[in-house]
C-alpha cells in the first residue's frame, strides 16, 4: 500500500504543489485545498502534505477544507481510514462555504448605489480562503488577509487593511469605490478593470480609496476623494 501511495505521489508532484496551504486552529491542523473537485488529487494532495512532515502530523487532529468537493461519504470515509492507518493521522472533511449574502438587488442587476443603498455590515477578519459576497454595499469590520476575497455589487469599506482580494462592482457598476485604512491587495477589481496595489516600500499613514479614473484603477488618499 505505501509503495502505491509513493508512486501516486511522485506522479503528480507539481500539480500537488498548487492551492494546499496549511496553518494552526484551536480545533488543530488545517489544511486548505480550494482547488480540488475529485477524490484521487484530493487524496494525493493530502498524503503528499504529511509525508513531506510526517513527525509533525502524527497523531494530530487534521481537518481538510475544500470548496469544490463533490463525493460521497463512503469515498470520504474510506480515504480516513487509509490515512489513519497507514499515518496515525485523524482527519476529517469540512466544505469552504462562500458567504452569499442576499438582499433585495438581483445578482444580475446593476447596483448604482453609491452614497446610500442596501449594506452589509461583516464583523470580523476575512481570513485565507473565506469569501464573503454581497449584493449592495458590503463595510468589513477587520482586516482582509492575503487569500481572503471580498465581493459586492456596490461598494467595498474595510476598516482594517486590505491584503486579500477586493471586486466591487461586481455587476457591472464602474462607479463603485474599494476603500480600507491600508490598500496592499493582491489584486483590485471594480467591475471588470482588473489592477494590484502599487509595489513600493512606502506604508499609507491615512486611509486610502481605490475606484476608475480614465478606465484605470488608482488608488489614493481618501481625504482627496472628491477633489481630484
Known sequence: MENIISKTILGGQKMLNDYVKIHGSKDG???????VSDIDVLREKIINRIERSLTFFKGAQLTVKVRNLNVDEKSLDQLKELILENYGVNVRFKKIQDRHLKNVTGENAIFDGLDEGMTKFYNGTVRSGQVVKYYGNLVVLGDVNPGGIVQASGNIVIMGTLRGIAHAGI????????????????????SNIISRSPDNDIEAVYPEIALVKKNKIIVKPLYLYGKI
Open 29 to 35: 491542523l488545517v489544511i486548505i485545498a480550494s482547488d
Open 171 to 190: 455587476s457591472g457598476n464602474i462607479d463603485s469605490i474599494i476603500a480600507a485604512s491600508k490598500i496592499n491587495a493582491m489584486q483590485l477589481r471594480i
